[in-house]
């Protein structure tokens, strides 16, 4: 059974950080590309950051370029986000979602609030 699992939000404060982590199973991890997206209420579901699967070029969205950092552990078969500087339009859940040849899996999203 495939899992994706996202662990690691919350409440922060304005120019605070957190790493959010996604653990995944019952699928070959190093074959996919991971990627992160978010939501935030009333928007669109936006790409965030991606990763290939051998972990050798990543892309950032313009609002984030900077400030986050994604990577990957193959032998841990997780995904991390590391979001730094973080301001109060990047309150959103979260979602990591793996992709390949087609094939498509989502978790199901943590929630990270930016607020003072």
């Known amino acids: 059974q495939v899992q994706l699992v996202e662990s690691g939000g919350g409440l922060v404060q304005p120019g605070g950080s957190l790493r959010l982590s996604c653990a995944a199973s019952?699928?070959?991890?190093?074959?996919?590309?991971m990627s992160w997206y978010r939501q935030a209420p009333g928007k669109e579901r936006e790409l965030v950051a991606a990763i290939r699967s051998t972990g050798d070029s990543t892309n950032y969205a313009d609002s984030v370029k900077g400030r986050f950092t994604i990577s990957r552990d193959n032998a841990k078969k997780t995904v991390y986000l590391q979001m730094n500087s973080l301001k109060p339009e990047d309150t959103a859940v979260y979602y990591c979602?793996?992709?390949?040849?087609?094939?498509?899996?989502w978790g199901q999203g943590t929630q990270v609030s930016v607020s003072s």
């Open positions: 019952g699928f070959t991890f190093s074959s996919y590309a």
């Open positions: 979602k793996a992709v390949r040849l087609g094939y498509a899996y």
